[in-house]
């Protein structure tokens, strides 16, 4: 997709979640507002594909706008969330739509032969195995962290801890090629992936961590951490789907804020894509770092001044 498409289509995605918002479409008083939604679609969108946490931003927009209908609604925080990931999966698939179609395409051929003969098909297979270990520490330990993880004091040093983790594996010289990948390689950042299921740590941002760690270029990086996040986005968006959505009791009002949102970031997740990926090309990901200390440090301070709770 062209820039100029890219920015066009992001824009009237942006345009028909706001009208959406303001008519206030599939409302419910009480229930989450579709502006609630508009800007946490935005967040999502932006978050889950820079490398500084969409979970975590989650989580602490509800907190310093003092929205308590998510917390005090937690099966519908966990099913909105999932609308929120099936917009980025939304863009990404159409960015990397070239790349998806290749990669499906070659890996079912190296299927019905048994064997690996193009680097695509390499590429492809590297995918899926990486995306194993986050799938299984998601299914074993999603209850665990759900109770435990995601408090907003928590949620600051994360961010602070990971950002400095990220600086030092940016100083990796760069060496590899997304076509130099190696098994190796493959499951030691699907490995780091898990990781994300940890609220601040950033899902993209450990994925291009392990990735600079381990030599790949910053724009490597980038795109490997983008095409992991297809299986496994979907995997949950279907899993969910079926049993919260299809099979489960939602309370009234969940339609609005899940169109409003899901467009949202779909809109705001194709202008982070774009803006990542030329930006890594000329520069390191230090304003990442930045912004993630930064935001930790705003966290504690307010904590610390008792303007807000530690915990929701």
Do not use: C
Request: overall charge neutral.
């Amino acid at each position: 997709m062209r820039a100029a498409a890219l920015w066009s289509t992001a824009a009237a995605a942006l345009l028909v979640a706001v009208v959406l918002a303001v008519a206030g479409v599939g409302e419910e008083p009480g229930a989450l507002t579709n502006r609630q939604a508009l800007v946490l679609g935005i967040v999502q969108g932006l978050t889950e594909l820079l490398p500084i946490s969409s979970s975590g931003h989650l989580g602490l927009v509800p907190w310093l706008g003092d929205w308590r209908y998510l917390a005090e609604q937690p099966d519908f925080n966990k099913t909105f969330d999932v609308a929120l990931h099936l917009g980025t999966l939304v863009a990404v698939a159409a960015y990397f739509r070239r790349d998806v179609a290749l990669l499906a395409a070659a890996w079912l051929r190296s299927l019905r032969r048994r064997s690996l003969e193009a680097p695509e098909e390499r590429v492809a297979w590297l995918v899926a195995i990486a995306t194993v270990p986050a799938a299984i520490a998601g299914a074993a330990g999603e209850t665990l962290i759900e109770d435990h993880l995601g408090h907003p004091w928590q949620i600051a040093i994360l961010l602070a801890v990971f950002a400095l983790v990220l600086w030092l594996a940016d100083r990796t010289p760069e060496r590899r090629e997304l076509e130099d990948l190696r098994l190796a390689t493959a499951v030691a950042v699907g490995a780091a992936q898990a990781l994300s299921l940890m609220p601040g740590v950033s899902r993209s941002g450990i994925t291009i961590t392990a990735g600079r760690f381990l030599g790949l270029t910053r724009e490597t990086a980038a795109r490997f951490s983008f095409l992991l996040l297809i299986p496994i986005v979907l995997g949950a968006v279907l899993l969910k789907g079926w049993t919260d959505v299809v099979r489960g009791d939602l309370p009234a009002g969940w339609v609005g804020p899940f169109v409003v949102g899901t467009i949202a970031a779909a809109a705001s997740g194709l202008a982070a894509i774009s803006a990542l990926l030329g930006y890594v090309r000329r520069h390191d990901y230090s304003v990442f770092v930045v912004y993630r200390l930064a935001a930790a440090a705003v966290v504690l301070l307010l904590i610390a001044t008792g303007v807000r709770d530690a915990t929701f």
